[in-house]
């Protein structure tokens, strides 16, 4: 099994690899295209400014690779982000994977960024086997995805969102598997099982 974690510089990808390492796997580094080609597995993920990141992904020319790629990818929080059309974050184009925008957090409702634990429910896909209704996950963001078809789970911030998404071999969660415990560690196995 050939996990590769897409390393565009892009924030959180070393606790993202520590976290493979926890439950057994090693997780390579890659912004080689070959390399992402032709992995078993693929994660995107992100930490960081939308339009900052988006450059970065065209420059490697990634912004072409990722959308065509055939085998599962798991788009971590800006990654997720990202696979969207656009973000109010820099007024930024994604890579159009999800059919949806990505809109900003109203500071009326709640202080911004969301940041720390909330729960996660009606949960709707293998990516969640064995995870409880309402199980808690870490999150840090100000941006969020409207509900929509493409969600497999939702969170409530003053809102409810799409915590989750998933078309065809494409997955995204708003949250962090890699800092969400147990149950996070759970998610990156079954996203490896799928």
Same mark, same amino acid.
């Given at each position: 099994?050939?996990?590769?974690?897409?390393?565009?510089?892009?924030?959180?990808?070393?606790?993202?690899?520590?976290?493979?390492?926890?439950?057994?796997?090693?997780?390579?580094?890659?912004? =080689?295209?070959?390399?992402?080609?032709?992995? =078993?597995?693929?994660?995107?993920?992100?930490?960081?400014?939308?339009?900052?990141?988006?450059?970065?992904?065209?420059?490697?020319?990634? =912004?072409?690779?990722?959308?065509? !790629?055939?085998?599962?990818?798991?788009?971590?929080? !800006?990654?997720?982000?990202?696979?969207?059309?656009?973000?109010?974050?820099?007024?930024?184009?994604?890579?159009?994977?999800?059919?949806?925008?990505?809109?900003?957090?109203?500071?009326?409702?709640?202080?911004?960024?969301?940041?720390?634990?909330?729960?996660?429910? =009606? !949960?709707?896909?293998?990516?969640?086997?064995?995870?409880?209704?309402?199980?808690?996950?870490?999150?840090?963001?100000?941006?969020?995805?409207?509900?929509?078809?493409?969600?497999?789970?939702?969170?409530?911030?003053?809102?409810?969102?799409?915590?989750?998404?998933?078309?065809?071999?494409?997955?995204?969660?708003?949250?962090?598997?890699?800092?969400?415990?147990?149950?996070?560690?759970?998610?990156?196995?079954?996203?490896?099982? !799928?």
């Amino acid at each position: 099994m050939k996990v590769v974690i897409i390393d565009y510089g892009a924030g959180n990808i070393k606790s993202v690899q520590f976290a493979f390492k926890r439950i057994g796997l090693d997780a390579a580094l890659s912004k =080689d295209s070959g390399t992402i080609q032709q992995a =078993d597995k693929l994660v995107f993920p992100g930490v960081g400014e939308a339009s900052s990141a988006m450059k970065k992904l065209k420059e490697s020319q990634l =912004d072409l690779i990722i959308p065509k !790629l055939k085998q599962p990818v798991l788009g971590i929080c !800006l990654g997720m982000q990202l696979m969207c059309n656009k973000t109010e974050e820099g007024n930024t184009k994604g890579l159009g994977i999800f059919d949806v925008s990505v809109k900003k957090f109203s500071n009326q409702l709640n202080k911004v960024p969301q940041m720390g634990w909330n729960n996660v429910f =009606d !949960l709707k896909s293998k990516l969640f086997s064995n995870i409880n209704e309402q199980e808690y996950m870490y999150l840090v963001h100000s941006y969020y995805v409207e509900q929509c078809e493409y969600e497999i789970a939702s969170t409530n911030y003053g809102v409810n969102y799409a915590s989750a998404l998933q078309k065809d071999n494409f997955y995204g969660v708003q949250f962090h598997p890699e800092k969400s415990s147990a149950a996070g560690e759970k998610i990156l196995k079954n996203f490896i099982e !799928l």
